[in-house]
């Protein structure tokens, strides 16, 4: 079946830290790959996306590549800052809905 | 003006009631869904209406029911409420027939059973 596999947190990094979540999937076929963020008390929203192997998406100084190889699709960015304190879902769309990951509660102290 | 919108934002109630929780999208989309978030912040995906109609009713208890009165709206009604019902519901909404992912969410409805 489909499934998003992603590390467990907490992360917890100082201001400019550079960060990576690591997510991994199982899907038949090629599925599109998301991230979504949550900010506290609020909904989810999409952070990034990439529909297809090799396609990198970004967005905020957040990136992430479709590996098809390795099944993965791992979040970074450069330097982090408190504003990016969330938690971080990433996730594949199957075609009735999109299924998360476990979610990756990421601190950031100044 | 909200995309997604979820009333009520915090339930508070006792085993055994029943309640409703709503939600309405003004984005013109065709499908809704309604995941659950537990307490460790896992989404699950419960239920999806495409133009009213019902296309997945993952793993839910049927004491969960719920009704798209249009296309906007998609209701959660649930019967005879138990502890481990207590949760976070968000109601999302995205275009039909989309490969992009992109779902818009509400802001969730915290239920909380006593």
């Known amino acids: 079946g489909n499934s998003v596999t992603q590390m467990e947190g907490p992360v917890t990094l100082s201001e400019e830290a550079f960060l990576t979540i690591n997510c991994t999937y199982t899907?038949?076929?090629?599925?599109?790959l998301f991230w979504y963020v949550q900010y506290p008390g609020e909904g989810l929203q999409l952070l990034l996306k990439?529909?297809?192997?090799?396609d990198k998406g970004s967005n905020k100084g957040f990136e992430a590549t479709y590996r098809k190889e390795t099944t993965s699709f791992h979040l970074e960015k450069g330097s982090v800052q408190v504003s990016d304190s969330a938690v971080y879902f990433c996730?594949?769309?199957?075609?009735?809905?999109?299924?998360f990951g476990k979610g990756t509660t990421l601190s950031v102290s100044s | 003006d909200t995309a997604v919108s979820q009333t009520p934002k915090y339930l508070v109630t006792q085993m055994g009631n029943d309640k409703s929780i709503k939600c309405e999208q003004n984005?013109?989309?065709?499908?809704m869904y309604w995941y659950k978030q537990d307490s460790k912040k896992f989404l699950k995906i419960m239920f999806s209406?495409?133009?009213?109609?019902?296309?997945i009713n993952e793993t839910v208890p049927n004491r969960f029911s719920p009704k798209s009165p249009d296309k906007a709206h998609l209701n959660l009604h649930i019967n005879s409420l138990e502890l481990g019902d207590s949760a976070v519901y968000f109601c999302?909404?995205?275009?039909?027939?989309?490969?992009?992912?992109?779902?818009?969410f509400g802001e969730g409805s915290r239920l909380t059973v006593l």
């Open positions: 996730a594949l769309m199957t075609l009735t809905a999109l299924i």
């Open positions: 209406y495409n133009n009213k109609e019902l296309i």
């Open positions: 899907a038949t076929g090629y599925p599109s």
């Open positions: 984005l013109g989309h065709d499908t």
């Open positions: 999302a909404s995205s275009a039909m027939g989309t490969t992009t992912g992109e779902l818009f």
């Open positions: 990439a529909t297809k192997a090799d």
